[in-house]
């Protein structure tokens, strides 16, 4: 059984870094793309940055490129979201993802993961 789970979520000020990772089991990690989504209260979930299943891909969200930064440690089988420079617009729930097939291009729809971790709140204030 795959199992996502999220860490490093917490309250910052705007213009401060956080960095999310997410510790991913039950299936082998290097052969999958990973992605991060959130979603603020009130929204749907969006897409913020995906990676491909070797890193050698990366794509973000208009909203987000530039200040935030994926990445992956195959090794320790953990995706991480560094966020820099943040904005109180940055403010949701983030969760990781797991891409539903091996070996794929790593894509913006939540419709190519099948695998989400609970979630971690990133809370920004002014």
Sequence with gaps: QVQLVESGGGLVQAGGSLRLSCAASGRTFS?????WFRQAPGKEREFAAGISWSGSSTIYADSVKGRFTISRDNAKNTVYLQMNSLKPEDTAVY???GSSLA???VS???RAYSYWGQGTQVTVSS
């Design 95 to 97: 969760y990781c993802a």
């Design 108 to 110: 913006y729809s939540p």
């Design 103 to 105: 070996y794929t291009r």
């Design 31 to 35: 052969s999958y793309a990973m992605g």
